[in-house]
């Protein structure tokens, strides 16, 4: 099952499955949700056990959808883990995840604006796969490691290049944490939906053009690796977000490179998924 969540024209927040840009809101399926219910916490069950909408039902998507996880306590990032990008980039091929992370303030929903930053010149995209977390996690093997995994959404890791390199120390975390910098959705899909992530096609188009197409079958580490890896380290909790890596295709390594302008419009589309669309907006 898909869900997505938006905001109705009075303000109040609607649930819906979510299919093909198309949203079944669940009050019309007799399914009542509080406004400020976290849909990660309600368990696989609930998703299994919702009603299947009736052709009638169906109404064409909001442009603006609110992020499907509404409060996640941990943003975490995948570097470099697909090998073709770990080259494009001068980097080596990690031994390891490479891991980093985003604040909250980061994420935004699909339809909302990326914010260009006033500091930042060099600001680029990156289309990638996220999970989300369906169950307490720590020190859990690759084996048993999708049991924990909830579903997936579509992210977008929004990357100040001026800023995750060549400053001192690094600074990948303020690179990757600009206000804005991690939109997610359209929905949140199950793993009952989408039940083998292991081959899934991930793209960019920007302005239309595709700039990214790769599939999640040429990660370096895979989603049950990060996951054991991860929980040697932290404790994940439902709702927590894993982004997977991205892509070549990166505008830093074009040549010349080709960094976001206001107005451009990001476009992150994931087999299975959707497409989750914001437009860049100078700040
Ligand atoms: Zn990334």
Known sequence: M?????????????????????????????????????????GKQWFRDLPVPQDAHWVTAPDRLLPPVRNPQKV???????????????????????VFNKFHSTIVGSGDNIVLPRVSKEVDYEAELVV???KTAKHVSATDAMDYVLGYTCGHDVSARDWQ??????????????????????????????????????????????????????????????????????TLEVGDLIFTGTPPGVGAAMNPPRFLQEGDLCTVEIAGVGRLSNRCQAE
């Open 76 to 98: 975490i990032c995948i570097g470099l883990n697909y090998r073709d990008h770990a080259i494009e980039t001068g980097s080596e091929i990690p031994t390891e995840p490479v």
């Open 132 to 134: 989300v977390i369906g």
């Open 2 to 42: 898909a869900i997505c969540r938006y905001k109705t024209h009075d303000g109040a927040i609607e649930h819906a499955i979510y299919k093909d840009g198309r949203v079944c809101p669940l009050r019309v399926l007799g399914v009542e949700l509080a406004d400020d219910v976290d849909i990660t916490q309600l």
């Open 165 to 234: 390199k060549g400053r001192p120390g690094g600074q990948w975390l303020l690179g990757k944490t600009f206000d804005t910098f991690a939109p997610i959705g359209p929905c949140l899909v199950t793993t009952d939906e989408l039940t083998d992530p292991s081959d899934v096609r991930v793209q960019m188009h920007l302005n239309g053009e595709t700039v990214q197409d790769s599939t999640t079958a040429q990660l370096i580490f895979d989603i049950p690796t990060l996951i054991e890896h991860l929980t040697q380290i932290v």
